[in-house]
């Protein structure tokens, strides 16, 4: 078994590597024993220093295994946290200290050695879950995006909430608010809390700000139990720079480019994803959370750089990295046949959730940044000015079904001056809660998964900080607290009405009915699925209509089961409380249409009575 995980580790096939290097524990002959394995082919003269035998670099020396550059050695009687690095001389000649790259464990920074771990013996108990586990493309997604270290703060001694900590609080908020998903931001070990964990050091250490591996595997246990999914973000592009990490490993670029792609644009390192024993490394790590941590999907960051040298298509295609992403989906799906994998792309590439055997990249959902960007243009403008920008809310729907598409208000729009969502809506105060009710209305009614950052439901004025907890204090401000209120109801109607997200790739169960109204800047379209029909409607301008008359494509009775406008909301209550009975005929040439009353800047729901 070891000789084919070592084959398959150097020709870029393995997707266990960590069952093979790194720091394992073991029972020989009734003790203990902790086998150590290394991949440093510029390295001599090798040795484990750890607080066991006082950093003594003459005392547990390593042997050469294979040619190709693996060393060896099992040390008897130690036990879980003590911490160890690899001493050893580079191809440079030059002695150094690193850390072991498939620690399972390291310390919390401003330290920086790897830590030993048995994670041998967790209880799963969600097998249930596990079970009727799927890629949920007919099922109703809705990701609440977190980032571990600020969802809830820090402690009064100043330490971060441990995974189980968190679990307390978070559970409950995630299925009183109705989602079905969690994504967490990047959570393997990096040195700058600043970073939020895109430039990792340990790619197989859990980050140790909020415990031991064996804290984050029960909580994704319990969210399991509490039928929620769990998504983590992955970062196979870059790494920190930082010396005693993966940088120049044993004096030879081992994992970075040796050429003008090794800087980042973010002053990082570049994974070479043309050698073969990086894809297994990045391959390997990938599924460790699978494997391991039983997470049920990964968001792959910044696939654009994987895709194109430093994420520039006059760059040119990265060969290898196309390479790399098509082995990575086929190999993990064959693994984990009910695991997502999501890319963060911003390209217009194409094929990146086809099939690689038709030319595609094998993705399962791609995030729609266009659709992102789009919109928060068109909601940041004024309505005077809005008829100009008219389909930049219709254009997604003309490349909709080219992909397998989310729809993110995600992390990266919530900081660096880029203002909070509610602070990109146009308007006066009143104006920006009326339109972020409308934003949040278009995002589920639009086909599509859907996600969404920590905090966009509190809707804050202040932006997102890694070094603080959201501003929870703002649940007792009735409009903040209605919106919170409103994105609950959005995720419940979501999940409770097929017509929202059964096969939404199918372009017949989609009919725009009022998509060139571009004077008055009202949109309206139908989702269909069998003989559910819903009709969405959404007024972008501050006119009200006491009598708007909506085209249909069915007649019949329709009731409204949602209205951003309701005072539950923070509107100001003009809704449309009894059925409305269609009339023959409309200006848009379709058979019938109702009249509404349409409130300056509401999206409304109908359902027609069966």
């Known amino acids: 078994m070891a000789y084919g995980l070592l084959h398959d580790y ?11 290097f790194g720091a394992h524990f073991s029972e020989v002959d009734g003790q203990t024993v902790v086998t150590f394995r290394l991949f440093a082919p510029g390295a001599e003269d090798v040795s484990v220093i750890g607080d066991w035998n006082n950093w003594d670099v003459t005392k547990d020396k390593m042997q050469k295994i294979d040619e190709a550059g693996v060393w060896e050695l099992s040390i008897p009687h130690l036990v879980n946290y003590q911490s160890y690095k690899y001493h ?37 108990h969600d097998d249930a879950w596990m079970k009727k586990r799927t890629r949920n493309f007919d099922e109703p997604m809705s990701i609440y995006e977190v980032h571990l270290g600020s969802w809830k703060g820090k402690a009064e001694d100043g330490r971060h909430f441990s995974y189980e900590e968190i679990a307390d609080s978070l559970i409950p908020y995630l299925k009183e608010h109705g989602f079905t998903h969690v994504e967490f931001l990047p959570l393997l070990q990096h040195p700058f809390d600043g970073s939020w964990g895109y430039q990792a050091t340990g790619f197989f250490s859990i980050d140790s700000r909020y415990g031991n591996p064996l804290q984050l595997m029960s909580l994704v246990d319990r969210l399991h139990q509490n039928d929620i999914g769990v998504i983590v973000d992955f970062v196979p592009v870059h790494f920190a720079n930082d010396s005693w990490a993966l940088a120049e490993y044993d004096g030879t670029y081992l994992y970075e480019y040796g050429n003008e792609w090794r800087i980042s644009r973010w002053g990082s390192y570049q994974f070479d994803l043309g050698k073969e024993h990086v894809r297994s490394f990045l391959m390997s790590a990938i599924n460790f959370f699978f494997d391991y941590f039983h997470f049920d999907g990964v968001r792959v960051d910044a696939v654009s750089h994987i895709i194109y040298h430093k994420g520039n298509c006059n760059f040119g295609v990265n060969g290898g990295g196309i390479e790399f992403l098509k082995r990575l989906t086929s190999k993990l799906h064959h693994a984990h046949d009910s695991v997502m994998l999501i890319a963060e792309d911003s390209t217009s590439y194409s ?29 940041a403008k004024d309505p005077i000015y809005k008829k100009w920008e008219h389909y930049n809310i219709t254009f997604s729907m003309a490349y909709f079904y080219s992909e397998n598409f989310m729809l993110p208000l995600s992390h990266d729009e919530v900081v660096h001056e880029k203002g909070t969502i509610i602070n990109k809506m146009w308007g006066d105060y009143y104006e920006k809660f009326a339109l972020v009710r409308n934003l949040y209305t278009y995002q589920f009614a639009h086909p599509g998964k859907k996600l969404n950052f920590m905090g966009n439901e509190l809707a804050s004025f ?3 900080d890694e070094d603080k907890s959201l501003p929870w204090a703002l649940k007792t401000y009735p409009a903040h607290d209605s919106i919170a209120r409103l994105m609950r109801d959005l995720n419940l109607i979501y999940r409770q009405e097929k017509a929202m997200y059964f096969e939404e790739h199918n372009p017949a169960h989609f009919r725009w009915l009022m998509v060139d109204n571009a004077n008055d800047s009202i949109y309206a379209f139908r989702r269909r699925v069998g003989d559910e029909t819903l009709i969405f409607i959404f007024n972008m301008t501050g006119n009200y209509y006491e009598s708007y008359a909506i085209p249909l494509l069915e007649s019949g009775t329709y009731q409204e089961i949602f209205n951003s406008d309701k005072d539950v909301y923070g509107g100001s209550n003009q809704y449309n409380g009894l059925p409305l009975v269609s009339q023959p005929g409309s200006y848009e040439g379709l058979p019938a249409h109702f009249n509404i009353k349409l409130a300056s800047f509401r999206a409304c729901i109908f359902k027609k009575i069966k």
């Open 351 to 379: 094929g990146t959730t086809k099939d690689p055997k038709t030319g595609g990249l094998g993705f399962d959902y791609k995030w729609d940044l266009g659709w992102m960007n789009d919109t928060l243009k068109y909601y």
């Open 88 to 124: 050893f001389r580079n191809a440079k000649g030059i002695y150094v200290d690193k850390i072991d790259p498939f620690a399972f464990f390291s310390e919390l920074r401003p330290g920086t050695c790897s830590r030993l771990f048995d994670n041998r013996h967790f209880a799963w």
């Open 10 to 20: 150097l020709t870029g096939q393995c997707i266990e590597a960590y069952k093979y």
């Open 462 to 464: 202040d932006e997102w």
